[in-house]
């Protein structure tokens, strides 16, 4: 079973930066593709970027082109989410997802089949 644990959420200010981690476990499969969404209140969940662990490729979306890294740690099973020049815009939960053998990166929310409980980002001055 697939566990995804996300901490590292915390309030910020604007132009801060935060850093989210992800462990998973109970990986089974070959690869997986491990994401970032993320949802604010009254709004739809939003992909942020997602990574392969078949061969660390990255994808973003273009609100985070430039500001965000994904990156992923193997000996620590973590992924992690380097947010940089936080905005107003940014504040939401942060949620981590997972989905065995996709061979392409996307960020299509229904495509994931185990999600972490969230961590909350808050950006306020």
């Known amino acids: 079973q697939v566990q995804l644990v996300e901490s590292g959420g915390g309030l910020v200010q604007p132009g801060g930066s935060l850093r989210l981690s992800c462990e998973y476990s109970g990986f089974t499969l070959d690869f997986y593709v491990i994401a970032w969404f993320r949802q604010a209140p009254g709004k739809e969940r939003e992909g942020v970027s997602c990574?392969?662990?078949?061969?660390?490729?990255?994808y973003y979306a273009d609100s985070a082109k430039g500001r965000f890294t994904i990156s992923r740690d193997n000996v620590k099973s973590t992924v992690y989410i380097q947010m940089n020049n936080l905005k107003p815009d940014d504040p939401a939960v942060y949620y981590c997802a997972a989905v065995g053998k996709m061979w392409y990166l996307d960020l299509v929310s229904w495509k994931y089949d185990s999600w972490g409980q969230g961590t909350q980002v808050t950006v306020t001055s």
């Open positions: 990574i392969s662990t078949r061969d660390d490729s990255t």
